[in-house]
């Protein structure tokens, strides 16, 4: 479902005129469901950064700044030195928010998407890549509505 959602992501931003803000809201809605699995305060203040700029309450000096430490985060997490480092959930977690943050919006998703498995106790995803089904159709659902409705507003 990566190369779905990689395929309507390009198709969508071909369209937009502000494509950067449907990647950014994208992927800050991909990592919200997972906000809760997030163990550091810094990270999550972080995720609220991005939705800051969404808003248009910060600058992307700001947007910047926040994914630096993002991605600093993300690789200090206890858990990323482990062998199984991705099937903690609050490290996939963390990297969710840093590639939101970084606009890597497939990456996000896809970081999102392991953290809501493992987050539900599902450490043997790996080898059931159905068990990522659930997430994936609700990503490839929520990008589509999303673009839909950017395209309204822009007029298409």
Known sequence: MTDALASILKDCESRSAQPDALKLAFAYECVERVRHLLEDEAVVRCLDTLRAYIDGKVDRGALDRAASEAADLANRHQGSRSL???????VSA???VANALAGRVVQAA?????AAVY???GYGAVSDPESFAPEKSWQLA???ALANAIERAEGH
């Open 119 to 121: 987050g539900g106790g």
């Open 84 to 90: 199984d480092g991705v099937g903690h959930a609050a």
């Open 110 to 114: 896809d970081y999102a998407a392991y």
């Open 94 to 96: 963390s990297y969710a």
């Open 142 to 144: 929520r990008l589509q």
